[in-house]
């Protein structure tokens, strides 16, 4: 079960993004493999502009990775799942041996 302070992967959207549209099921494929090691949300950017503000969310769609509640890493714009891992993979390795 996570918990507050595991890593999460954010992933900012908009209806109106044609390539966040096509990155949905990639994140899907990502939260599932992930699933042990990192918690994935979605945040529809439209309707949260604190959390834009926030996370400074500069394009539609971005990844930003939080681990220990600080951002450890981001991604703007659309990418394919070899870049997605890349960053996971900078950042949790020392997750997989807690």
Known sequence: MHGAADPML??????TSGP???MESLLAHVARKERE??????VDADA???????FA?????????????KVVGRIEGRENLPQIEELL???????VAA
């Open 89 to 95: 993979d900078q950042h949790l390795t020392e997750t």
């Open 20 to 22: 966040a549209r096509r």
């Open 10 to 15: 954010v992933f900012f959207t908009c209806a």
């Open 57 to 69: 969310v500069q394009e539609v769609p971005s990844l930003v990775l939080v681990v220990e509640r």
């Open 48 to 54: 949260n502009p604190r959390l834009v503000h926030k």
């Open 37 to 42: 090691r990192l918690r994935v949300r979605r």
